[in-house]
């Protein structure tokens, strides 16, 4: 069955600094890629997709997703975090067959240190 | 309205007691969808309509558990014979193509379950 791996359950960082969130999946055939982002009492809110053949894609809020097709991950970027990043970030997936059904990994929870 | 709305928020139920969850999801988006997030984990997928049609319900992890959309707008989630492993957030979503991945999620129903 899919699944979906998210290195560290919680991510802290100072404020400018890098952010990287990584997320691993198991599938043999290249899954559609996502990263949601919940803040403190809010609905998830789709943050970026990955599209086949890009390696690098852009998302809101100065985030960018990096895939690793070799290494079967895709890892959640931004250069320097700011103190509204502070939120839970969770990666999904989902196969060409049932595209509608999302899987998703456990959640990382940023922290962003002032 | 401007989002998903879900309600209650917040809902207790004696265990063995039925309990209904309601989803308004934005106007006119034909994709509505189910989710069960335990604490610390992701959300895991219930079901899935395209208008009034149920077509995935795969998810529903027993037969006391029961979704409708009667009219392709509002859903109910409905929950028989509570136990406390139902104990749970439900978060419902919805987008408008079908199977538009870019999900719009509701800030979730806390169901405890005593």
């Known amino acids: 069955a899919q699944s979906v791996t998210q290195l560290g359950s919680h991510v802290s960082v100072s404020e400018g600094a890098l952010v990287l969130l990584r997320c691993n999946y198991s599938s043999s055939v290249p899954p559609y890629l996502f990263w949601y982002v919940q803040y403190p009492n809010q609905g998830l809110q789709f943050l970026l997709k990955y599209t086949t053949g890009a390696t690098l894609v852009k998302g809101i809020n100065g985030f960018e997703d990096e895939f690793k097709k070799s290494e079967t991950s895709f890892h959640l970027t931004k250069p320097s975090a700011h103190m509204s990043d502070a939120a839970e970030y969770f990666c999904?997936?989902?196969?060409?067959?049932?595209?509608?059904?999302?899987?998703f990994g456990s959640g990382t929870r940023l922290l962003v240190r002032p | 309205g401007a989002g998903v709305s879900q309600s209650p928020r917040y809902k207790v139920a004696k265990r063995g007691r039925d309990v209904a969850l309601r989803c308004d999801p934005i106007?006119?988006?034909?994709?509505l969808f189910w989710y069960q997030q335990a604490l610390g984990q992701g959300p895991e997928f219930l079901t899935y309509?395209?208008?009034?049609?149920?077509?995935?319900k795969s998810g529903l992890p027993s037969d006391r558990f029961f979704a409708e959309r009667p009219e392709g707008s509002v859903s109910t989630l409905k929950i028989q014979r509570t136990q406390q492993e139902d104990s749970a957030v439900y978060l419902c979503a919805s987008s408008f193509r079908d199977r538009d991945e870019k999900l719009f999620f509701g800030s979730g129903t806390q169901l405890s379950v005593l």
């Open positions: 309509f395209q208008n009034e049609a149920q077509l995935d």
């Open positions: 106007s006119g988006h034909v994709s």
């Open positions: 999904a997936v989902s196969l060409g067959d049932s595209s509608y059904k999302l899987i």
